[in-house]
């Protein structure tokens, strides 16, 4: 406007004379002074014959002890006055409507609060019961060690889960150090592991050191960096810049150099990220490396193909006996237990439980060694029974190589403590060193679907 205030100054008193125009007809000329509100309405008033009635005071209902903030009360509200006003009937349904409605809100809403308030009873429940727990550890249990671990009273203490504070210190007497591994010998292999790295990553390429082969300096280079980076991603402590990668690299490391027989194999990263997680470097490498010696893992790690059937074999027989169901369900699919468990095995089941339900896992196996394992597999196998039932041999072996993220621990539990490890009144290793004899007598009990 301010472009043109002279030109229209001067076409004023033209545009108050013309007429004004309008698609489809003609209209009155705009006026340049705003309209009062009471003006338009006065006119609108004698226009029209009709008087205005300003509208009645808001009749919303008080004293209410619940008002849901939402469109449901406007059912409650009179109809506009060119609509016909409401039945009685109508609304007298509408209220009753809405009082079910706010009735169902007020429910709801009460039973989220006594949800919320369960949840945290339990809470306290455990808290208190780790804490009570973690003064019988430390002030009795662990100062008698030797005497107490076997006793009954422990036994079921430790099958409840170990209290976080003492667990990495059960953990290593339960495992115990046959290999006599020191503090110091862990400094020795890290120091030699470092200098294999720099000497590596200097020339590209390294001579065969104290017999170390080529796939070993591969597993101890390039493949430990690629698992460390796998571990764990939803913590992003183990990763690159994470306060854990250096320490995780350094026990993996170290062991390459410890027993280059074994070398690095992957799943390591998952057993070693626990143990860190719960003992102090040095330390989480002496568990660790004895952890591996046992029978069991060595097997596996160093993928004895033999020793491995015959642990196949002998859950296969414990399979039979607790879920004869579901057994005969896989071998409809010709579905053999490397398919799941391998994986479950490689890293004590820390990659595929939530951490905290792995950890007691760790509990107990620590407590019943490498049977519990498999009785752990056999109870995974319970819980998700009727669903399995009605799966495929794709569908069976997705879902067990990804498992539901909502396992709880006491579902869990409940389902490995239903699990009998006895079959013909023979326990888990006696079952076992009948197979081993077996297989020394020519492997004549070996069933198809194993040789598979």
Not at 59 to 64: A, C, S
Not at 198 to 217: I, L, Y
Not at 368 to 386: A, C, K, N, P, V
Not at 426 to 432: D, N, P
Request: glycine share 4%.
């Amino acid at each position: 406007r301010n472009f043109f205030t002279k030109r229209t100054k001067e076409l004023k008193p033209a545009v108050q004379s013309a007429p004004g125009w309008k698609l489809f007809g003609k209209v009155p000329p705009r006026e340049n002074l705003p309209k009062d509100s009471k003006i338009i309405q006065q006119e609108y008033e004698a226009r029209t014959g009709r008087m205005y009635k300003p509208p009645p005071p808001s009749t919303r209902r008080k004293n209410i002890e619940f008002e849901p903030l939402s469109t449901t009360a406007l059912i409650l509200e009179d109809r506009p006055a060119n609509l016909p006003a409401k039945s009685v009937e109508e609304a007298l349904r509408h209220r009753q409507e809405y009082d079910e409605m706010v009735a169902e809100a007020k429910k709801r809403e009460i039973k989220e609060a006594h949800k919320r308030k369960k949840i945290m009873r339990e809470r306290f429940k455990q808290e208190e019961n780790i804490a009570s727990a973690m003064v019988i550890w430390v002030n009795e249990i662990l100062p008698n060690w030797e005497g107490m671990r076997a006793t009954r009273r422990v036994r079921e203490l430790w099958w409840q889960g170990l209290p976080p504070s003492v667990r990495g210190k059960v953990w290593s007497l339960a495992v115990g150090n046959e290999l006599n591994i020191t503090p110091e010998l862990y400094e020795i292999f890290l120091s030699r592991a470092k200098e294999r790295w720099k000497s590596f990553s200097e020339t590209g390429s390294e001579n065969d050191v104290e017999g170390a082969s080529v796939a070993d300096r591969e597993a101890s280079l390039e493949l430990i960096k690629l698992d460390i980076s796998r571990t764990f991603p939803s913590l992003y402590i183990f990763q690159k810049g994470g306060p854990y990668h250096d320490l995780l690299h350094s026990v993996l490391g170290a062991y390459t150099c410890y027993r280059p027989d074994v070398g690095y194999v992957q799943g390591m990263s998952f057993i070693a990220a626990v143990l860190i997680l719960n003992l102090e470097e040095a330390d989480a490498f002496i568990a660790f490396a004895n952890l591996l010696n046992k029978p069991c893992q060595l097997a596996f790690f160093r993928v004895d193909h033999s020793m491995m059937l015959k642990y196949f074999a002998a859950f296969e027989v414990f399979f039979e006996e607790n879920l004869p169901k579901l057994f005969l369900h896989f071998k409809s699919y010709s579905l053999t237990p490397d398919i799941y468990l391998i994986d479950w095995i490689f890293t004590l089941y820390s990659k595929s439980l939530p951490l905290d339900l792995a950890c007691r896992v760790w509990d107990v196996f620590c407590r019943d060694g490498e049977e519990f394992l498999f009785r752990t597999g056999l109870g995974i196998l319970r819980l998700y029974e009727d669903i399995l039932l009605q799966m495929d041999f794709i569908h069976i072996a997705q879902f067990l190589t990804k498992l539901p993220e909502d396992i709880t621990s006491e579902k869990l539990f409940s389902c490995i403590a239903a699990i009998q490890m006895q079959n013909s009144n023979k326990k888990w290793a006696q079952v076992f060193a009948s197979l081993m004899k077996d297989n020394k007598e020519g492997d004549k009990n070996h069933s198809p679907a194993l040789k598979s």
